[in-house]
């Protein structure tokens, strides 16, 4: 997701321009970038200590942690539709010109859903990680036009708060195309949508089609692949104090780095969250070193 900024974040890369033009049919952009927008906005949140341990999981089930509570996703909705978000999401919907800000007249429609992303612990192969943990919150907003955003809401000190918007409906799409059969999420090195039922991974998406086939791979097979293409990128790691976290140059297709928060089962985000990608915090310091391939328009909301 191309991003805009309205608050500010952590020393970055270079930041790259918005793509205007591929916002509203979401098309891939398959030319690498050096940071995840969703990171940076969510690591600026962090470094001032916004988000705060949370206890409110269940146990976990089937390896993975609970989803978010009911009454955790009632409050992150409610974060997401209150007035202030929903200017927000009016401009948001407006930036392009196709429609405008006072006429977009946005809300949220079908359930909020928790996002879970893919766990570095897992990457690494650290005995009982899970494949993925929740990160955060997401509630489909859409505009009088019929454009659709994705505001993802994560718990902070002061309670739930929208950190970001991105274009289209990722997140509450494959959730619900799982159709409450097993644990979806997100390998965001690749952008690829998983759901694990009975012990395997299988794809939602093409790109994770094309990572582990039509009919999917066993969750071991699967810790293997990640392990091989990222084991060597976690936070620490050569790659990682080389500085090529952080991306690549040029178009060339090249390796991407895996930084993530440090999240158990039992426990939500304490250090950050993310979604087009993860980011770490380390000391007062937080590095987003995170290459997606695909990309949506997103907006940070301070």
Request: aromatic share 6%.
């Amino acid at each position: 997701m191309t991003s805009i900024r309205t608050a500010p974040t952590p020393p970055s890369r270079r930041h790259r321009a918005p793509n205007r033009h591929a916002a509203a049919d979401r098309k891939p952009v398959r030319k690498p970038v050096r940071k995840s927008a969703a990171v940076t906005l969510i690591a600026a949140a962090a470094a001032i200590g916004a988000l705060a341990p949370a206890t409110a999981h269940a146990a976990a089930i089937g390896g993975f942690p609970a989803p978010f509570t009911a009454a955790d996703t009632a409050q992150a909705r409610e974060a997401a539709s209150t007035p202030a978000t929903l200017l927000t999401l009016s401009r948001f919907f407006a930036r392009d010109g196709a429609i405008a800000q006072d006429a977009t007249r946005p809300h949220l429609v079908g359930p909020s859903v928790t996002v879970y992303l893919l766990d570095p612990g897992f990457v690494a192969g650290r005995p009982g990680a899970p494949a993925a943990d929740p990160q955060f919150v997401a509630s489909k907003a859409v505009s009088a036009n019929g454009r659709v955003a994705s505001v993802w809401t994560a718990r902070t000190a002061k309670g739930w708060k929208v950190v970001n918007i991105a274009t289209g409906g990722d997140e509450t799409d494959y959730v619900s195309k799982a159709h409450g059969l097993g644990t979806v999420f997100r390998e965001p090195q690749i952008d690829a949508w998983y759901v694990v039922r009975d012990g395997r991974v299988l794809p939602l998406d093409p790109d994770a089609r094309r990572a582990v086939g039509k009919g999917g791979v066993s969750l071991a097979a699967y810790q293997r692949l990640v392990h091989a293409k990222y084991g060597n990128k976690l936070p620490g790691s050569a790659y990682d104090r080389a500085g090529e976290g952080g991306g690549y140059g040029g178009t060339a297709e090249a390796p991407h780095a895996f930084s993530a928060p440090a999240t158990t089962a039992g426990a939500a985000v304490t250090a950050g969250v993310a979604a087009a990608a993860v980011a770490t915090l380390l000391g007062a310091r937080f590095r987003a070193r995170f290459g997606v391939r695909r990309m949506r328009r997103s907006r940070h909301v301070g």
